[in-house]
């Protein structure tokens, strides 16, 4: 065969695949969707291709450290989640489909770009997720969780809380990006959980995980364990259980890669509040409640010690909350544990 020909065969070989526009035109079929979800999730793919491409170069283009500080032209140089904030606040503000968004990076929620009267949906996102592992080279996230618009008041005043302030089962779609060894794309938009991986010589995500499922049983536990003296007695106890069980301990300390393995592994995440963080660490709208929905669209479960955390209904856009999540008989003995001391 020819180097031509060899050639040939690689490209043929990546023609084959099985892309993210191919699985998005198949869905809308499916579903018979009106076409805005495809919109979305393209924009949220352009997003994170482009947050991408940031994290890569974020070294050599001495985009580590503090924001505010200058670069050796002298120029000011974005912090890595200023700069994601950015990618994603415009991508996905000139999609036209969000009227208000809302970013962990900004304290109040804002309007989107193109967003307007006919704008059906608002989205909360966390541009990167992982911030203590951005200056050393560890895989971070971005997540991100899309409600169906309630508020009805455009023409007042585009920004409406109530929106926002939905319980978790009400999301319409979610997802996060992981930017690891390569960078991947999860999302379910409510029929069940799928994977993709970005293949940077095309610039194209490619399905390389359908269908994820969580395994219902793990041996794998993962927390912030320097906490442990200020948890509940009954987290105490599960913590206790499993390293007399032999299980495994993994913390990465980025919700998204702890989480991306806990799906595919099985596993159970774990941050509780203690005596410091009476409400846990994690913001609900945009940390735990996505990842909730994936977790139960794959078959594991997520809570809060004691109630499904797709239950809860935010009070404010920042609210913190308690997370147990991943397969769901672990998720199940821990509620259990918890309950038992309550007794
Ligand atoms: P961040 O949004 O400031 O990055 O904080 C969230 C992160 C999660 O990614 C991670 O699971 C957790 O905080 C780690 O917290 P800790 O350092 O207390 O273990
Ligand atoms: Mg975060």
Same mark, same amino acid.
């Given at each position: 065969?020819?180097?031509?020909?060899?050639?040939?065969?690689?490209?043929?070989?990546?023609?084959?695949?099985?892309?993210? *526009?191919?699985?998005?035109?198949?869905?809308?079929?499916?579903?018979?969707?009106?076409?805005?979800?495809?919109?979305?999730?393209?924009?949220? *793919?352009?997003g994170v291709?482009i947050v991408s491409?940031g994290v890569?170069?974020a070294? +050599?283009a001495s985009m580590l450290g503090l924001a505010g500080s200058?670069?050796?032209?002298?120029?000011?140089v974005k912090q890595l989640d200023v700069y994601s904030d950015e990618v994603f606040s415009h991508?996905?503000?000139?999609?036209?489909?969000? !009227?208000?968004?809302v970013s962990e990076e900004r304290e109040?929620?804002?309007?989107?770009?193109?967003?307007?009267?006919?704008?059906?949906?608002?989205?909360?996102f966390d541009p990167l997720d992982g911030s203590s592992n951005i200056d050393v %080279?560890v895989a971070i996230g971005s997540i991100w969780? !899309?409600?169906?618009?309630?508020? $009805?008041?455009?023409?007042?005043?585009?920004?409406?809380?109530?929106?926002?302030?939905?319980?978790?089962?009400?999301?319409?779609?979610?997802?996060?990006a992981?930017y690891? +060894?390569?960078?991947?794309?999860?999302?379910?938009?409510?029929?069940?959980?799928?994977?993709?991986? +970005? $293949?940077?010589?095309?610039?194209?995500? !490619?399905?390389?995980?359908?269908?994820?499922?969580?395994?219902?049983?793990?041996?794998?536990?993962?927390?912030?364990? *320097?906490?442990?003296?200020?948890?509940?007695?009954?987290?105490?106890?599960?913590?206790?259980?499993?390293?007399?069980?032999? %299980?495994?301990?993994?913390?990465?300390?980025s919700l998204v890669? $702890?989480?991306?393995?806990?799906?595919?592994?099985?596993?159970?995440?774990?941050?509780?509040?203690?005596?410091?963080?009476?409400?846990?660490?994690?913001r609900?709208?945009y940390e735990?409640?996505?990842?909730?929905?994936?977790?139960?669209?794959?078959?594991?479960? *997520?809570?809060?010690?004691?109630? %499904?955390? +797709?239950?809860?209904?935010?009070?404010?856009?920042h609210?913190?909350?308690?997370?147990? !999540?991943?397969?769901?008989?672990?998720?199940?003995?821990?509620?259990?544990?918890?309950?038992?001391?309550?007794?």
């Amino acid at each position: 065969m020819s180097e031509n020909a060899n050639e040939m065969t690689g490209a043929e070989g990546v023609a084959t695949q099985f892309t993210l *526009a191919d699985f998005i035109r198949e869905q809308q079929e499916v579903y018979k969707g009106s076409g805005a979800f495809s919109s979305v999730l393209h924009s949220i *793919a352009l997003g994170v291709k482009i947050v991408s491409q940031g994290v890569n170069r974020a070294g +050599l283009a001495s985009m580590l450290g503090l924001a505010g500080s200058e670069n050796v032209q002298g120029e000011e140089v974005k912090q890595l989640d200023v700069y994601s904030d950015e990618v994603f606040s415009h991508v996905l503000g000139r999609s036209g489909e969000f !009227i208000s968004m809302v970013s962990e990076e900004r304290e109040n929620m804002f309007q989107a770009r193109a967003g307007g009267k006919r704008s059906r949906y608002v989205i909360a996102f966390d541009p990167l997720d992982g911030s203590s592992n951005i200056d050393v %080279n560890v895989a971070i996230g971005s997540i991100w969780s !899309i409600y169906r618009r309630v508020s $009805d008041g455009w023409q007042v005043d585009p920004l409406d809380t109530s929106d926002y302030l939905q319980p978790g089962y009400l999301q319409v779609a979610a997802g996060y990006a992981l930017y690891g +060894l390569s960078t991947m794309f999860v999302f379910s938009t409510g029929h069940g959980v799928s994977g993709f991986t +970005l $293949d940077p010589s095309i610039g194209e995500f !490619i399905l390389t995980h359908p269908d994820m499922v969580v395994p219902q049983d793990g041996n794998i536990y993962s927390c912030n364990e *320097a906490n442990v003296r200020g948890w509940h007695r009954g987290v105490q106890r599960y913590v206790e259980e499993m390293k007399e069980g032999g %299980n495994s301990a993994r913390y990465v300390g980025s919700l998204v890669s $702890d989480f991306h393995r806990t799906l595919i592994k099985g596993g159970i995440y774990l941050y509780p509040s203690d005596s410091r963080k009476p409400q846990g660490k994690l913001r609900l709208l945009y940390e735990c409640a996505p990842l909730a929905f994936l977790a139960e669209q794959a078959g594991g479960r *997520a809570s809060d010690g004691k109630q %499904n955390v +797709l239950s809860l209904v935010p009070q404010s856009i920042h609210q913190r909350c308690p997370l147990f !999540i991943g397969s769901k008989n672990m998720v199940a003995r821990l509620e259990q544990l918890i309950a038992d001391e309550e007794k």
